[in-house]
């Protein structure tokens, strides 16, 4: 009856975990058709002006929507693109990505710094063929910093850097000094043509009337029809390309913070879902997460079906280790593979293992006070048989045999050790310490221990 019972209870979890994993799968499905939609792009006229906003913080989603602009505007074989330059900075490897691509463009650059450039937005700059500022607009702050605003002062992460800035200072004929003055604070730079010095302690950052004086900048302009006419090209169309709503949305989920926290959501809405089953809403929120991140690196262009796929075959393997004993082999597998799932489909390996560690630390928690709160719902009381044998359904309790030690009686049969007596009028199934007693003999309850009855002759 209890294996049936336990037979029966693991069917409906195992039905619980496939409809869980088909859940999934059909969640992702829609991400594929949407990715191809946003990849997909009509190529307008020959020859026109295009203009692409860089007004965010350089990462991941900025490379790809950078990547995507650029393409667009060479299979139109465009006459100019215009760079519109307005950010913070943002990661160093990101704006190494783009500066290269700005470089290797088929068609003519121009920095717009319609803003600040600061930091990586400085580099991107200088990797344009052409520098234009508008008055008031700003250039370098390059320092390098943490995530939290503090220099690094790391020597060889600075030399680095500088050697960056100053070569594409160098690839327009700029002076590479002050590229490396945005950069180092350690070092001393004299700008002859605007009567300053950098002193040590300071970095350089130029606004539009310096940086036009010391090379930095080619033309002070107000807006984009006056950069075109300054090219020679005020009569052919401006074009201006957005980023779609998918490549925004992806811009928001692969920056570092967002992919940590959508990883902690996932975590902890599959785990909960499957150990606590019957709210569905930490399942969906679960799954949209983890739709999110995917969804996010896929726009990007670092997460292709491969990465989903072997995600997938994580989550089941998972399932399978509880239902199957393994001793943990299919566990540590699925593990490892949604390890790799997640890092196949991430920028960088380093930085995703990272996000996944700190994620895994802080679902755990967050699991663990959930079961607890609802331990009574858990998937392991469909394992465990919970009906007791009480009175109040039904059932008489064994009946206390303590009440027959010290009473005298008869045996009305051979004890070898067991057998029958007569105990007080009463038939009862008796037991001797080990010695036989002929039938007829007088016998003693000596003790009664649970079901047994314990007698000795009486001599």
């Known amino acids: 009856m209890i294996s049936m019972v336990l037979s029966r209870q693991a069917r409906t ?6 409809r869980l994993v088909l859940l999934i799968m059909l969640s992702f499905i829609p991400l594929v058709g949407i990715v191809d939609g946003v990849r997909a792009a009509d190529s307008p006229s020959a ?9 965010q913080t350089v990462q991941s989603g900025l490379a790809s929507f950078l990547d995507r602009a650029l393409k667009e505007a060479e299979e139109a074989k465009a006459s100019l693109v215009v760079l519109d330059i307005d950010t913070p900075g943002g990661r160093l490897d990101t704006a190494e990505e783009i500066g290269k691509r700005i470089r290797g463009s088929s068609v003519p650059t121009v920095a717009f710094v319609s803003g600040k450039a600061a930091s990586a937005g400085a580099y991107l700059a200088l990797n344009a063929g052409d520098i234009v ?11 390098i ?4 605003g503090n220099a690094v002062e790391n020597p060889k992460l600075v030399s680095f850097w500088s050697a960056e800035m100053a070569a594409a200072a ?18 001393v730079v004299e700008m002859k043509e605007i009567g300053e010095t950098k002193e040590t302690g300071q970095i350089i950052s130029l606004s539009a009337d310096k940086a036009l004086q010391v090379g930095y900048a080619d033309k002070l302009a107000k807006t984009v029809e006056e950069v075109a006419a300054w090219k020679g090209l005020s009569d052919r169309p401006v074009i201006e390309i957005k980023p779609s709503i998918a490549e925004r949305i992806s811009t928001a989920v692969t920056s570092p913070g967002m992919a940590t926290l959508l990883l902690i959501i996932g975590i902890a809405g599959i785990a909960i879902e499957f150990l606590v089953p019957g709210f569905g809403v930490p399942g969906i929120i679960g799954l949209i997460s983890f739709g999110l991140y995917f969804f996010g690196q896929s726009i990007a262009g670092f997460a292709g079906m491969e990465a989903l796929v072997v995600f997938l075959i994580g989550i089941g393997l998972l399932i399978l280790e509880v239902f199957i004993p393994s001793f943990g082999i299919l566990g540590i597998l699925g593990i490892a593979a949604l390890a790799f799932g997640i890092t196949m489909g991430a920028y960088d390996t380093g ?40 009175t109040d359904k039904g059932f008489v309790p064994q009946q206390s045999r303590e009440q027959w030690i010290g009473q005298e009686g008869l045996t009305t049969s051979l004890l070898r050790p067991s057998g029958m007596a007569d105990i007080g ?14 039938k007829g003999k007088p016998v003693r309850v000596v003790s009664a221990d649970g079901t047994r009855i314990v007698v000795k002759e009486i001599n």
């Open 170 to 187: 160098q690839i327009n004929g700029r002076e590479p000094a002050i590229a490396v003055g945005m950069v180092d604070p350690s070092r």
């Open 425 to 438: 009028g009463q038939r009862l199934d008796v037991i001797t310490t080990g010695e036989y007693i002929e």
């Open 133 to 143: 500022m508008t008055p008031g607009s700003t250039i370098g702050a390059a320092m």
């Open 351 to 390: 930085s995703a293992l990272q996000s996944l560690g700190i994620a895994f630390l802080v679902a755990a928690v967050i699991v663990i006070v959930f079961v607890y709160i609802f331990r009574k719902r858990g998937i392991w009381n469909r394992f465990i048989l919970s009906d007791q044998l009480t």
């Open 47 to 55: 020859g026109s002006v295009y203009v692409i906003p860089v007004q």
């Open 145 to 148: 910093v943490d995530g939290l």
């Open 13 to 18: 979890g195992w039905s619980s975990a496939m």
